[in-house]
């Protein structure tokens, strides 16, 4: 077999099995506020996916709205992504979270297609439901670092209450 076929038939074997893995069924659900989406993966992630600033919004919504409310099982992990620009200076930060919350990974990638610097960025948060009483919340903000006098840009709040199995 030819050395460029061989190869082209490798990277499309690769890539052919990296596609399968990692996926899962995902079972939408109702999004607890407008203007996100909501996606119940099985085996216990929930991804919270928070729009751009301004967009997908109802009319009348502030910054200052930026609050989302889940229920969750006990156990569960949600995957909260949110949206920022590289090249500004602004990165997003969990600023605090309750007790009954653990950060179990923190990431951040590219969304450009074309891999440009620069370019629209997502930062994700896994963060675990632990078990306990009553609610429990997480902050994000989205600042420049260095700028610790100023006021963050945006600031996202997401409430958690916990959801008992059924089963």
């Not at 607890?32 to 919004?57: F, N, T, Y």
């Not at 590219?110 to 629209?120: A, F, Y």
Request: charged share 20%.
């Amino acid at each position: 077999m030819p050395r460029k076929l061989t190869e082209t038939v490798l990277v499309l074997s690769l890539t052919a099995a990296l596609a399968g893995c990692g996926s899962t069924p995902t079972t939408k659900t109702e999004p607890p506020s407008p203007g996100h989406e909501l996606q119940d993966h099985s085996g216990g992630m929930v991804v919270l996916a928070i729009p751009a600033a301004g967009s997908g919004s109802e009319a009348g919504t502030s910054a200052d709205d930026d609050t989302y409310s889940l229920q969750v099982p006990v156990g569960a992990q949600v995957e909260v992504t949110l949206p920022f620009q590289a090249g500004t200076g602004y990165s997003w930060a969990l600023a605090s979270h309750s007790d009954g919350l653990s950060l179990v990974n923190t990431s951040t990638r590219s969304m450009s297609k074309d891999g440009r610097t620069g370019g629209p960025m997502q930062a994700t948060y896994i963060l675990r439901l632990n078990p306990g009483d009553g609610s429990d919340n997480a902050i994000f903000k989205l600042a420049r670092p260095w700028e610790t006098e100023e006021e963050p840009a945006r600031t996202v709040k997401v409430d958690f209450s916990r959801k008992t199995r059924q089963g």
